[in-house]
């Protein structure tokens, strides 16, 4: 009965000791994670492709292993960004047909964002090369933020859509995917078709 009145005695001081300091409690703010970004510097596409373009020197290219990828799918894969630029390229033939398709496939693969995505921005554009481009900003939760495809209008068709290998929210990535865009766009920039 002593040692029960003991701990009886013990747990009523550390609840009454508990209960009587109130611990300072400040909510935190909403916090990110940092991410240094390199510096932006390029080099040459390696021959053997129908195109040439200039690429992040933080990125390596690799084949597109995919079941369905042709000769000159690759993709530009930033393995510290886990960051992915899929390039897909067609050879339309001079097929008026064919060419169409390519343009009806790469709106379609855009427009299958729209359940997700808030807004989608399309831009047309010249490259210095003289080529009409098709450049589109997703903006929301979407598994691909930045697309474009650019076409000579007889015989090449080639796509560059963004993908990450991430489960991190896009408001998060979003210094990322501007590093990435800006290498993007210089993809188009110098991208040259070879005959």
Request: with cysteine; hydrophobic share 35%.
């Amino acid at each position: 009965m002593r040692y029960f009145s003991t701990v009886a005695g013990l747990l009523g001081l550390a609840l009454l000791t508990s209960c009587s300091s109130t611990p300072d409690f400040t909510p935190k703010p909403k916090g990110y994670n940092r991410i240094d970004l390199p510096a932006h510097r390029y080099q040459e596409l390696p021959g053997g492709h129908p195109y040439s373009f200039e690429y992040s020197k933080e990125a390596v290219i690799k084949r597109d292993s995919s079941y369905m990828a042709q000769p000159h799918w690759l993709n530009v894969y930033y393995p510290k960004l886990h960051a992915n630029v899929q390039i897909t390229y067609m050879d339309v033939q001079r097929d008026r047909r064919l060419y169409n398709k390519m343009m009806e496939d790469a709106r379609k693969l855009t427009g299958k964002h729209e359940i997700k995505a808030t807004a989608i921005d399309e831009r047309i554009l010249r490259t210095p090369s003289g080529m009409k481009a098709s450049v589109f900003e997703l903006q929301g939760e979407v598994p691909s933020q930045f697309q474009f495809y650019t076409t000579d209008s007889t015989k090449h068709f080639l796509r560059g859509a963004l993908y990450f290998r991430t489960a991190t929210a896009n408001d998060s990535l979003a210094p990322v995917i501007e590093y990435v865009k800006t290498d993007m766009v210089r993809m188009l920039n110098t991208l040259k078709y070879k005959n």
